[in-house]
């Protein structure tokens, strides 16, 4: 997994949730706290860890490194589950395909936290497993840490404890098991309740989920391919229909199963009435479908158990697995050219760099476009950014703050040479013409040029 993770991990460009977590983990301590005051709590720990990471070196490799550590810790976890609760050859085929999956490999190449939830929300998973067997309260408290510790990284790993509950249930365990296993879910969730209720604008963007959307998940979490999809689907069913006898107190079915189904079903049902189905808020929840794929395939080659098969049964499950990683290599090799992301924000700070002269003046439109600016400050040296009043960390903002419409107006009218990176799609939305700054720009200025670029449309406009 670390391999495929490190593998063109360097992409030469930055897209914009990237960019966010890169500029707001360069703040000092003081100002990124004054930012999850007002704005992003649900990102809290992860900008705090970043800010470390990045004190050593602020660069696009160093940004997601974590995020490559976290899912090869993820698919070592994943591993240690299917050995403990089936066998080491279940636990080797799990792990692998875990690696081998473009939507894992595509989250160990963010700078963003969910490789970490990830990591985090299976740790809790390999101790809940532990906690049930033994029943002690140290355990139970390591596995209240393990779910708080991933909860703060991102609040949706709470769903991992309505799939654990059901696993508790499946377990049969006793009373004092249910009141331990119900603490530590309150130790995750009623912080975090506390702190996000009042952020709830910053997930205002997400849409309803639709019909398709079923579909696409599965392709995520089983494909992209097709024929992998359809294999690998028929074998988890095989498990979920024949679970494997139990080693202990629960089975590696009962873990894997409402691990990879409930958080995503709780989420959809939810999205029915508040937006929330987003493909990386997932990504914890993969970590129970390789080990139905690997299980199934026990299941499957069960009938070889005799001594002289077993090394045969293990290389014929690491074969499918190398097949599967084959029939996705396409798309493995998609997700790190500069295409792999909608984003290219490298592309246009370099344009501004090259075009531009020192001291130019330049606006954003809109004033979310300044995230490029706030991420590549080295290509935008010298050029003014005229409409801001107070910069994104002073203000405890995303994008800072900006002067009024008149003030901007004013300070317009003093140029000879104006630069605007826009939002891409600009020219055909109505909001550029109705943008106070563009109207501005338009009493005594024409257009001199422009260019369209994949993450920003870059006219020049001079006095008349």
Not at 5 to 10: R, V
Not at 222 to 229: D, F, H, S
Not at 323 to 330: N, Q, T, Y
């Amino acid at each position: 997994m670390l391999g495929i993770a490190l593998w063109g991990l360097n992409r030469g460009t930055m897209w914009r949730d990237e960019s966010a977590t890169f500029q707001i983990a360069r703040r000092s301590v003081p100002d990124i706290w004054r930012l999850l005051g007002e704005l992003d709590a649900v990102h809290g720990l992860c900008y705090l860890l970043m800010h470390a990471v990045l004190a050593f070196r602020a660069d696009e490799v160093m940004l997601r490194l974590p995020s490559a550590l976290g899912a090869a810790c993820s698919a070592g976890l994943v591993t240690a589950i299917g050995c403990r609760l089936a066998r080491p050859r279940v636990g080797l085929w799990a792990g692998l395909l875990y690696a081998a999956t473009p939507f894992t490999s595509f989250h160990a190449q963010e700078g963003r936290s969910y490789a970490l939830v990830a990591a985090g929300a299976a740790l809790a998973t390999r101790c809940l497993v532990s906690a049930v067997e033994h029943d002690s309260a140290g355990r139970w408290a390591g596995y209240a840490a393990a779910v708080a510790g991933t909860a703060l990284l991102h609040e949706f790993a709470v769903l991992t404890l309505v799939a654990h509950g059901a696993t508790v249930l499946a377990a049969r365990s006793r009373p004092g098991a249910w009141r331990r296993w119900a603490a530590a879910a309150g130790t995750a969730v009623v912080p975090l309740a506390l702190v996000s209720s009042r952020q709830g604008g910053q997930i205002s963007w997400i849409q309803e989920p639709g019909v398709e959307e079923p579909r696409l998940f599965a392709l995520q979490f089983a494909g992209p391919g097709v024929r992998v999809l359809t294999v690998a689907a028929l074998l988890a069913g095989l498990a979920a229909l024949s679970p494997l006898r139990r080693t202990g107190r629960v089975g590696l079915t009962a873990v894997a199963l409402p691990l990879v189904a409930l958080p995503v079903a709780v989420l959809f049902v939810v999205s029915l009435v508040k937006p929330l189905f987003v493909d990386r808020y997932r990504l914890f929840a993969f970590a129970g479908f390789p080990l139905l794929v690997a299980a199934g395939l026990e299941s499957l080659l069960g009938m070889l158990r005799s001594a002289p098969w077993r090394p045969v049964v293990t290389a014929a499950g690491v074969a499918a697995v190398a097949a599967a990683f084959w029939c996705r290599l396409p798309f493995q090799e998609q997700e790190r050219g500069k295409d792999g992301r909608i984003d290219d924000l490298r592309e246009v700070a370099a344009y501004v760099d090259a075009q531009t002269r020192p001291n130019d003046a330049v606006l954003f439109v809109p004033s979310y476009q300044r995230h490029i600016f706030l991420t590549y400050d080295r290509e935008f040296a010298g050029r003014r950014d005229i409409a801001l009043k107070t910069g994104a960390a002073a203000s405890g903002t995303f994008y800072g703050q900006e002067f009024d419409a008149a003030r901007i107006g004013a300070r317009i009218g003093a140029e000879r040479r104006v630069w605007v990176v826009a939002w891409p799609s600009a020219w055909s939305e109505q909001w550029f013409d109705e943008d106070p700054k563009i109207i501005a720009l338009r009493k005594g200025f024409e257009l001199a040029r422009s260019t369209r670029l994949k993450s920003g449309l870059v006219p020049l406009y001079v006095r008349e």
